[in-house]
Structures are given as structure tokens and as C-alpha cells.
């Protein structure tokens, strides 16, 4: 599902963020991204997304080359990756709902549909009462939530999420961690980027640590 073929990302003239990274993701895998601040977590997923593109090496998804992927296709292609993110990034002038049906509506489906879409996708993250609601009425781990349900509202078959649980309490993260969990054995490919060492050890998981923008271990933390 993502493969990592000798990657290296420099920003202008500075440091490599990533150098010379290689790995493989199966699909239906979920795993861990972890390193200290500026190991090129962020950097890595923003590769993924095609936010940022490589200065050498090429990125794969589902076995396309990034590298060639033309700009007119770029949109189509994101919409197979649902990204969350640490701050979730809701818009608070509009409700719950809207909030969630803006993939839908930005990729031009019917009402019907982005009706139909959104109240599943908020029922699969317990909000589903809620989809009137404006996010600023919610707690931070129910946020988190709907921005989990914007990422999901597509059914994309890869899940990118960038310290999902940094503002949370453990138990709030561990209810988090159980959304992605149920969405991985359904068969979405999931990456979570992870400075909290507690959590990945309790999730007994493949973790990619990073160092320096290299791979410094990859497998289940001991
Ligand atoms: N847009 C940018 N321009 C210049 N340098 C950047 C840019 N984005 C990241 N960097 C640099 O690249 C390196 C890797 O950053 P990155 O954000 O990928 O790390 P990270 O592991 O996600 O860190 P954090 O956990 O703090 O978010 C850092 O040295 C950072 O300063």
C-alpha cells in the first residue's frame, strides 16, 4: 500500500528532513510513525499526501508512483488517503454535519448521498446525535472524533493521522485508538504518527521510529 523507495526530503537548503528512507506498508496493516521533534514524521506523511515532494527516492501508494502522478490527478488520488490531524482542524462556524460532509461536497456528491454518507460515517464514531451541533460545544476527545468521521466519509483505504491523541487524556486516547483499530480490521490501511511511548507499547504494534530523517527501528517496540 505505501512504499518508500530510498526517499530523501530537504527543505531549500537545509538538513535533509528525511534521508534515504525505504519501507514497505502492506495493505490492511496499521502501524506507528514515531521519533523526537524534528525526526521528519510530519514530513514523511506530508509525502504521502503529496503536500510536500521528495528531492530524491520515490514514494509508492497502492503502486503508484507519486513521482509521476500529473497535477490534474493529484485530487483524485487524495481522496484515497484520509488524513487526521493532532488539532483535528474543524471549522467552528458550521455545524457537526457540514463539518463531515465537506469531502462529499468538495467531490461533488448528491445530498442524498452526503446525507446518507455523513450520518454513517458519525454513527461508526458515536456522534450521530450530535450532527447538529456546533464542534465548539463538544469535548476535545469528542472533536477528535468528528474529525476521525471527515477523514473516514469517503471510505478511503489508507488512514494517516498525525498525533492524533496529543491533547488527550490516556483514556480518551485509548477510545481513539479503538476507532482506528475498528477501522483497520475492516480493512484500511492505517499510519499514526506517535510521540507518546506508553501507548505504543500498550497497542503492541509495528513502529517505524525515525532519527535524524532515517529509519532507526522498525518492528514491535520490546
Ligand atoms: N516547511 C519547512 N521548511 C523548512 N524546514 C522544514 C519544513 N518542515 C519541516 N522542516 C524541518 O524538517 C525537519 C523534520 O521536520 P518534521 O516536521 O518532519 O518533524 P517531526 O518529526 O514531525 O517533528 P514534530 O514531532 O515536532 O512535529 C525539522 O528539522 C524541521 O525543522
Redesign the pocket.
Known amino acids: 500500500m505505501i512504499r518508500f523507495d530510498n526517499v530523501s526530503k530537504r ?2 537548503s ?2 535533509d ?1 528525511l534521508s534515504r528512507v525505504s519501507f514497505d506498508v502492506a495493505r490492511g496493516e496499521m502501524l506507528f510513525l514515531t ?1 523526537h ?8 506523511m506530508k509525502l504521502i499526501m503529496l503536500m510536500e515532494r521528495p528531492t530524491q527516492g520515490q514514494v509508492f501508494i497502492d503502486d503508484r508512483n507519486l513521482n509521476r502522478l500529473s497535477r490534474r490527478h493529484i485530487p483524485y488520488f487524495r481522496r484515497k488517503v484520509g488524513v487526521v490531524f493532532q488539532n483535528h482542524q474543524l471549522l467552528f462556524d458550521r455545524t457537526v454535519f457540514d463539518n463531515v460532509a465537506l469531502p462529499l461536497q468538495i467531490a461533488g456528491y448528491q445530498a442524498s448521498e452526503v446525507g446518507r454518507r455523513v450520518r454513517a460515517a458519525l454513527d461508526k464514531v458515536g456522534l450521530l446525535s450530535k450532527e447538529r451541533h456546533n464542534p465548539i460545544m463538544l469535548s476535545g476527545g469528542e472533536q477528535q472524533r468528528v474529525g476521525i468521521a471527515r477523514a473516514v466519509v469517503n471510505k478511503p483505504p489508507l488512514l494517516l493521522a498525525d498525533e492524533p491523541t496529543g491533547n488527550l487524556d490516556p483514556e480518551l486516547s485509548a477510545d481513539i485508538m479503538n476507532l482506528f483499530e475498528q477501522f483497520n480490521e475492516v480493512g484500511v490501511t492505517v499510519m499514526i ?1 506517535s ?1 507518546d511511548l506508553a501507548l505504543l507499547k500498550r497497542m503492541n504494534k509495528r513502529v517505524l521510529g ?1 532519527s535524524g ?1 532515517q529509519v532507526a527501528h522498525d518492528g514491535v517496540l520490546p
Open positions: 527543505y531549500g537545509g538538513q528532513a521519533g521533534s524534528g525526526a521528519g514524521k510530519s514530513t514523511l504518527a510521540h525515525l530523517g
